[in-house]
């Protein structure tokens, strides 16, 4: 596919392969993850997107006025806090987009102003959009810098009239004066108040503050690749470690004896249990601390664990989690890693720790941007007998 460059790239600075054709991207990234993990074994293909655009599930416009006194919405340039106006992006969901451009053209008649950092006046922040890939359910965000939302009811109504697609519309206030998003209040408006997706065959609930992939397509490959790796008997338990809203444990819980997922934010364990029950799992429990410390206990206890499924953040794992991952000494691991530079430091850790690379496999889960996602399989190694 030959694309030609976004004309806001420069000053977004989002997809940083813009100018390269998607052939060109997937070889750059099969060439960067050869160059880092090589060395470990053979690299496979990388997966890549058969439609590489419009594959972002989560969308999110900052709002603001001109100088001139013009309403924009879109992302902030790169290292300010000047918004690049964005009326459509190559790689964010059609709909959502759409949708954010009617919001923008909306304000005026309704008297509503975007909010200003600075004089601290006015009342649309943001707006967040999701869109279920599968369900195809829709879920608008407007965040606002107090809880009132003038002729409310009317708003909702005009944003209907327009795109009768959305299924919810959330009020999501945020009093906070650093640079995140959303706050903590959420005030349903229209609908539920959060949409349903299904990944893999599992349903998961994803509300305002839902941590939930941004390209479930290709997530859906990677998570499959993740738990046929895993080689999963039903006899097995399973960690999932680093599990957010507990996608994978989910999925692996049907194919495992037990399954306990540790993760370190409160939120996203709320929404892990809430996800086992929406999926009347019962052999998952979810355990909110953090991953090292809980690998580090289990080891202490000489608890048995088979297979571990573990996905970090780009920092990677700590010492204490590999330390004690090799003291509990799982048959299995498979790492799901989105740094291929801090995969290549714990996989060296653990191939010298008794572990060995079966297989490396990876994912373009953001095409057009530098990122890239792979899974690894290891296998403890058999100890060699003289
Ligand atoms: N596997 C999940 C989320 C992966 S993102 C999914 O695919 O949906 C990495 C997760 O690790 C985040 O949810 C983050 O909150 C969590 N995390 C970060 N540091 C952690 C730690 N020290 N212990 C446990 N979880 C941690």
Redesign the pocket.
Known sequence: MKNTPCPLSKKCGGCQLQNMDYDRQLKYKQALVGKLLGGFGKVERIKGMDDPTHYRCKVQAAFGTTRSGKIVSGVYQSSSHRIVNVDSCLIENEKADAVIVTIRSLLPSFKIRPYDEDKRAGLLRHVLVRVGQNSGEIMVVLVTASSQFPSKNDFVKALLNAHPEITTIVQNVNIRRDSMVLGEIDKPMFGKGYIIDTLCGCTFKISPQS?Y?VNPKQTEHLYNAAIELAHLTGEERVIDA????G??GLIAAKHAKEVLG????ES?VRDARLNAKLNKAENIRFVCA???EVMEEMAAQNESCDVVLM???RAGS?KQFLESLVRLSPERLVYISCNPETLARDLRFLTKNGYKVKKIKPFDLFPFTKHVETVVLLKKEEPILR
């Open positions: 941590f992939q680093y599990c957010g809203t996608t994978i540790v993760e370190l934010s996203a953090d991953a090292g996905d970090p953040p700590s």
